[in-house]
């Protein structure tokens, strides 16, 4: 832990100073694990209390930033409106955020070779709407080689420690018994099949699926397989 917090601290010091350089910003640099949807290092001038919500209720596995970051390349624009490919993606949210306006925005997005994505997001101020679009727009190629420095710096830092590798890689976020249900949901089996595959009976399906869906922030088993799947959470079953 003060390990972690003295990388965050000298990563967010680096940020404010090269950020401050072209303009004032509210920012956000996280990295996730692709293995398990973790957050293993942030640094950011966020509101506390919002970071705080986020992390405690690991709204990262509902968030559409995070998940369209996941499938993406190149920086993008977002607001309340965003779409997972060409559909609504509905999540709570943006009720939330809009508390401590973090409603809209712009997000540089890196995936390294540890499978860890990394992601460096502005948010918008609408009082300042136009001119703090105008500055990421002219300065996209510098934010984008700047997410790159910073993550460089994280691995540098951190020297793909042991600790970093062992918490995004072993600590998974299902049970194996809830991947099982989880795979079998994907693949369009009832609760009564699923049972009858795994010899258990319906009703401790719908058990392991309620703890599926509580621990990712979802209200239903049918959103939980689709974002199940969307996160590539889903692991197949020999």
């Excluded at 010091?13 to 956000?28: D, V």
Aim: glycine share 4%; net charge neutral; with cysteine.
């Amino acid at each position: 832990m003060e390990k972690e917090l003295y990388v965050s601290s000298v990563i967010k010091k680096h940020l404010e100073t090269r950020l401050g350089e072209l303009g004032s910003f509210t920012w956000a640099y996280v990295v996730i694990s692709k293995n398990n949807m973790s957050i293993i290092q942030h640094a950011t001038n966020y509101p506390a209390e919002w970071v705080k919500l986020y992390q405690d209720n690991n709204l990262q596995f509902t968030d559409p930033v995070v998940i369209t970051a996941l499938n993406r390349l190149t920086p993008f624009s977002w607001d309340e409106k965003i779409t997972i490919g060409n559909e609504p993606f509905f999540s709570s949210i943006f009720e939330k955020a809009r508390l401590f306006s973090v409603i809209n925005g712009y997000t540089f997005v890196l995936h390294d070779y540890k499978n860890n994505m990394a992601t460096l997001s502005l948010i918008i101020d609408p009082s300042k709407k136009d001119e703090v679009e105008q500055c990421i727009n002219l300065n996209k190629g510098i934010l984008n080689l700047l997410l790159a420095a910073v993550h460089e710096e994280y691995l540098a830092l951190t020297l793909l420690s042991k600790k970093s590798e062992s918490t995004s890689s072993n600590r998974n976020l299902f049970t194996e018994r809830e991947n099982e249900i989880l795979y079998w949901a994907s693949v369009g089996k009832t609760y009564a099949e699923t049972g009858m595959i795994l010899g258990i009976k319906t009703t401790t399906v719908k058990f392991h699926m309620s703890n599926i869906v509580r621990k990712l922030g979802v209200t239903n088993a049918r959103h939980a397989v689709r974002l199940g799947m969307e996160l590539h959470l889903v692991k197949p079953v020999s």
